[in-house]
């Protein structure tokens, strides 16, 4: 045998060469498994932790794997569930989600030019602003692209694209404001003015489950394995999903060149944290639609947003957009309720943002419902089966400026909510002590 050629083992390949068995198959029969497939030596139904740096030779340049950084046989079952959930032909994973920008990034001829939306993710404004500058003379306009007007979406689009704009970048939705981006319309207007544009969704906040961006039209979506997937706040990791094979090629490259590559063992809790993606986010979905609809009453609370409310501006928008088995389980299990979904709304993710009834430059009441909180734990990330909060302008947001904070809506009184898998009745009680506790209710 050769050395490997790209799509054959290193790279999943395509769903219709070998999960043709799938083909049809649901999501989680899917995540459950491909990658998972019994061993043919053992039997054993889960795969091995495949420790080995280095692979036998039979004879110089024969060999399925060669060593771990090039390819490795748990990450390899791992990149292939992952292309699977996205309905993609190729997954590559990373040491982090961090990583997977970098790697993006690093794939961009030098002093190209990137668009990306206004609010991204604070690690990846750093690495645009601090780094890939540096590093590439990459420059990077940051626009406004998450507005329920299409025609100023466009002319901001626009008025940002150049000649030289090789990468727009969205993430959808926003952290921690939860503004939703319509991909298609964006796809759209960025392919007419440059057809070779490529459009890069990191749909972290919402995992394979609820949102599948390439459908969507993007080339290549990226995720934060870190949170949703993995789903256990015990994993850094990251991963990115292309139908592209010039694509998957150079940044197939670049994660060998690069190394940002995760370990067999974190690689192998990945995929335990995937089989279960599926029940893990409907229960996040639908405890957070719960908590978001109650907290609305609440005389603590002045905003809440969730984009599967109805008084979200982009209601109708998370119903085009969402992953339709998503929405089909919901209305199956009653958690979006046939036409009462414009009155009661659906689940949507598992992340919801509230604007407590203190003052926005009010610095220490948040602070005062954040140390109450019993179940909650106050913490950054997101995503974990334990319910998260955190106060944006004082943590996540923190590098933020004061003036693009008042911009974007993050005031002190902003309290980001990552709703976990306990009882929601003991949630929403947590929530109620604490804002009474604070003085608040
Ligand atoms: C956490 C996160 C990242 C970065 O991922 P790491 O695994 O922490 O490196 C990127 N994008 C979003 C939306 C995130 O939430």
Redesign the pocket.
């Known amino acids: 045998m050769s050395p490997a050629p790209i799509a054959s083992t290193s790279v999943s390949p395509a769903p219709g060469k070998t999960h043709s068995g799938h083909a049809g198959h649901g999501f989680s029969t899917k995540a459950i498994h491909i990658g998972s497939e019994p061993s043919e030596e053992t039997g054993a139904v889960i795969p091995a932790i495949s420790l080995s740096t280095t692979f036998k030779q039979k004879s110089v340049g024969d060999f399925k794997y060669e060593y771990s950084r090039s390819a490795n046989p748990t990450r390899d079952s791992l990149e292939r569930a992952l292309a699977a959930l996205e309905g993609g032909r190729f997954g590559l994973a990373f040491a982090?989600?961090?990583?997977v920008?970098a790697t993006i990034v690093s794939a961009l001829p030098p002093k190209s030019h990137i668009v990306s939306v206004n609010d991204v993710?604070g690690?990846?404004y750093r690495y645009f602003t601090k780094v890939a500058t540096l590093a590439q003379g990459i420059e990077t306009t940051f626009a406004e692209l998450a507005n329920a007007d299409t025609q100023l979406v466009e002319q901001n689009l626009r008025k940002a694209m150049r000649s030289d704009t090789k990468l727009v970048w969205i993430?959808s939705p926003t952290?921690p404001t939860l503004r939703l981006i319509d991909i298609p319309f964006v796809v759209k207007i960025a392919k007419s003015i440059n057809p070779e544009t490529t459009v890069v969704v990191?749909s972290?906040?919402l995992s394979p489950w609820y949102q599948n961006p390439l459908s969507l039209g993007a080339d290549i979506v990226a995720h934060?394995?870190?949170?949703y997937i993995n789903g256990h706040s015990d994993v850094?990791?990251?991963a990115l999903v292309t139908n592209s094979s010039a694509w998957v090629e150079k940044l197939k490259f670049l994660q060998n060149s690069i190394g940002a590559v995760p370990s067999a063992f974190d690689s192998w809790l990945a995929l335990r944290g995937i089989k279960t993606l599926a029940v893990r986010m409907q229960e996040h979905g639908s405890s957070a639609l719960i908590i978001a609809k109650a907290l609305t009453q609440h005389p603590a609370v002045k905003d809440v947003i969730y984009p599967g409310l109805p008084s979200h501006p982009s209601f109708q928008l998370a119903q085009r957009q969402i992953a339709p088995k998503a929405f089909e389980k919901a209305v199956a299990r009653g958690t979006a309720k046939g036409d009462g979904i414009e009155a009661n709304g659906f689940p949507y993710g598992g992340m919801v943002t509230i604007r407590l009834a203190s003052d926005a430059r009010d610095e220490q009441a948040a602070n005062k419902v954040l140390e109450r909180l019993q179940i909650f734990t106050l913490a950054e990330?997101?995503g974990g089966v334990e319910s998260l909060v955190e106060q944006p302008s004082k943590m996540t947001h923190a590098a933020v400026s004061q003036e693009d904070r008042d911009l974007l809506g993050i005031g002190h009184n902003l309290i980001r909510i990552s709703v976990g898998l306990e009882d929601v009745e003991d949630l929403l009680a947590d929530l109620d002590q604490a804002f009474r506790a604070a003085g608040l209710a």
């Open positions: 982090s989600g961090s990583s920008t993710y690690g990846t993430e952290n990191d972290t906040f934060s394995i870190t949170k850094v990791m990251g990330s997101l």
